[in-house]
């Protein structure tokens, strides 16, 4: 079962995105599919402004290139924790995930990813809501008090 954008919308109706006193809109135009953002982005997005919000992870950078020579770029990063969150498109009808070249260059990535020290979160439609949970679990691991 998927977060549908009824949910999303209560989600942050229900925690009033609001920082430093104004409101704040934590979508823009990076993550759009023909101007529209789908609605499994807009959750992830959510999220990860959400922890940041509450003190829980520091604030999430997108589209984050890791290597110096490579222009292969995060969905989203957490540089001070080593975490990458990636997104796969694998349900779009044009998505480069899908084919042989494309799915070698996510393999080549994710390999550099992990020998620079990165650990990769991957998620699809049917997953994506596990970010929050896998994140707090890894949070549980390392102790994050030093950011605080």
Known sequence: ?????????????????????????????????????????????????LLHRNGDIPKAEEELQFHHKRKFRFDWALPELMIAIEYEGLMSEKSGHTTIGGYTKDCEKYNLAQICGWKVLRYTAVNYQNLERDLKLHLKKKPYSSFL
């Open 1 to 49: 079962m998927g977060w549908s954008r009824k949910d999303i919308e209560k989600l942050k109706l229900s925690n009033n995105l609001h920082e430093n006193g104004k409101k704040t809109n934590v979508l823009d135009k990076k993550y759009t599919i023909n101007g529209k953002i789908s609605h499994e982005k807009e959750a992830i997005k959510t999220v990860l402004w």
